[in-house]
């Protein structure tokens, strides 16, 4: 086991290849630690989806836009292309404030899969069959642990592929940047995906249920 | 109905990624429709993109660009929740908004043996089909080359293995040789993709032949 001193050595000796994460929400920063990821983008787009709050809106757009930004053009798109189609994605999370639930994934997974479908039609003109959708929308109420469990995956999941091998971890930004065809990618992440799983395969049982 | 074949995590990790050609993204999405387990693990995987996403290096968007955000949504009506469109027939939503609707609205072609197909419209880099086979009939030789997906949506087929029946999803690649029959019963719908464009051969006369792979 190593402690956390030792994480954070393991951490700081990787090499960073352009793109990889980073490492600034766990460093500090005279003497305080960065305030970023405390943010509760979820409570933000809830009060988008909810209120049509234009300055949570805004506090979304400038945390994600660049973001979003930089994985286009990671995924081959020229800087122009990759702003307006950033552009289109938060005009999108607007739009379909309606579908986010807290208690299904987190505001980070949920703009990942706007973009990701944005750059398909964007970079391959091709459409993209979704799911059927489920008769589940956000809950009125939903309970504040699922809640939180399923904001806090997508730290988790950074901590987790900040502490894999650098190819792993290179292997599965290569992934999902679109350099690897389908039949090269290797579906053994070394990611904790089953706790997720799970949470996901409950909510689902239990929507199931009620439908009855 | 339970299902016993799933997605592999390679095509779940390829769909989350949104790597795979359009065709396979529809026999995903399509069986994801029909399976929670596949959903759960699909979700996984959309879970590691989100994330990268939030661990990536940002690059600076141009300076007006919160400005020309803001005063785009100001004109933009906010969707509001509507029923899901749950399709009464036998193809989950993916599928029949490819179709343009449900079995009666399939243009079928005889491929010959009583076996019928259509070919449905995707990007070349492979090809989505649906596949009618009678019941207690083969399923057809056809050749290919990489990986097929064959999804039952109707009936069942069996090899000397195992059975697919409804929601099933069989995963083959060129090496492997079985002979697939359709279960007495109920005629067999699938919906198959494959990665180069298919090559049906010519047919061969049906049960009289024992050698057969998909
Ligand atoms: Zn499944």
């Known amino acids: 086991m190593l402690d956390a001193r030792d994480a954070a050595v393991t951490e700081q000796a990787l090499p960073l290849p352009l793109g990889s994460v980073r490492f600034g929400s766990r460093q500090k920063k005279d003497g305080l630690l960065a305030t970023t990821d405390d943010t509760d983008w979820a409570d933000l787009l809830v009060k988008v989806r909810d209120h049509q709050d234009r300055a949570a809106f805004a506090a979304l757009f400038r945390h994600f836009a660049p973001r979003v930004k930089a994985f286009l053009m990671k995924s081959g798109a020229g800087a122009s292309l990759a702003e307006e189609c950033a552009q289109d994605v938060m005009a999108t999370l607007w739009q379909k404030a309606h579908l986010f639930d807290p208690a299904r994934a987190s505001v980070a ?22 799911p059927e959708e489920l008769d589940w929308g956000p ?23 900040a502490a894999l091998p650098a190819p792993q971890r290179t292997l599965i930004e290569r992934a999902f940047y ?27 049982d239990k929507l199931r249920h009620q439908l009855g | 109905m339970t299902i016993r074949h799933h997605l592999s995590d390679q095509l779940l990790m390829a ?46 968007m141009g300076e007006d660009a919160l400005a020309r955000a803001l005063e785009r949504i100001e004109g933009l009506p906010q969707a509001t929740r509507s029923e899901p469109l749950k399709p009464a027939g036998i193809f989950p939503a993916p599928l029949a908004d490819y ?15 009583g076996v019928r197909q259509a070919i449905l419209p995707t990007s070349k880099d492979a090809t989505a089909r649906l596949l009618y086979i009678p019941a207690g009939t083969a399923v057809p030789d056809h050749g290919h080359r990489g990986m097929e997906l064959t999804l039952v949506l109707q009936g069942a087929f069996a090899d000397e293995n195992d059975r697919f029946g409804r929601g099933d999803i069989e995963i083959a690649d060129e090496e492997m040789e079985h002979t697939p029959v359709a279960l007495a019963g109920q005629d067999c719908i699938c919906l198959a993709a494959t990665d180069a464009p298919l090559r049906f051969r ?9 050698l057969l792979r998909i």
């Open chain 1, 178 to 204: 679109g350099e690897l065809s389908h039949s090269e990618i290797a579906a053994e992440t070394g990611l904790p995906l089953g706790t997720i799983k799970s949470r996901i395969r409950l909510a689902l």
């Open chain 2, 15 to 60: 769909y989350a990624a949104g790597q795979l050609p359009e065709a396979f993204n529809l026999v995903v999405a399509t069986h994801v429709s029909l399976c929670d387990e596949c959903r759960a693990r699909a979700g996984s995987f959309d879970a590691v993109g989100g994330a990268l996403l939030e661990e990536a290096e940002e690059i600076s």
């Open chain 1, 109 to 130: 997974t949920w703009v990942y899969t706007i973009a990701r479908n944005r750059r398909i039609d964007a970079l391959r003109k091709a459409r993209r069959a979704e």
């Open chain 2, 99 to 113: 179709v343009g609707g449900d079995l009666s609205a399939v243009r079928w072609r005889k491929v010959g043996g």
């Open chain 1, 139 to 161: 809950e009125p109420e939903p309970d504040q642990a699922e809640v939180m469990e399923a904001q806090e995956e997508t730290e988790r999941l950074g901590r987790a592929l």
């Open chain 2, 202 to 210: 010519g047919l061969i006369p049906r049960l009289a032949q024992p």
